[in-house]
């Protein structure tokens, strides 16, 4: 298959995923889509909120060069694969040797992007437990009546 790589980001939430696919997305040649994977559940429930999400671009997915037509394609069709629709856009788009940075933390997204990209490779973040339990005491703080 000819296509391009993608590093897929994975682990826990607020382990520094977004800000890790921001400074790669900053190199030449590499495209941070975000959760693309989350972009179908988005779509087969809420097509009008799909559309309306705002693309890191600046403009609403729904209008977005890269997104418009694969959230097009979703919204009408919610089953088809968002990695089958999205890394023909990306190599339309960015050429054949892009790399896409994919943040979706589900199994199945990671299984579609694999079939879709010719080569994955897989970044898993972890937080430290100092870290984790301080969040966590921190929120139950803020619970506390």
Known sequence: MIGPRAIAIVGRSHTGSTLLSLLLAGRPGVVAVGEAGSVAAVARLRPDRARAERCSCGADAGECELWGPVVEALCEAPDRDVYELLVPRVVEQYGPDAVIIDETKRVD???????????????????????????????AERLRP
Do not use: I, K, M, N
């Open 109 to 139: 997204a990671l299984r579609a992007l694999a079939r879709a990209a010719e080569d994955v490779t897989v970044v898993r973040l972890s937080r430290d437990v100092r870290a984790d339990v301080s969040g966590r005491l921190r929120r």
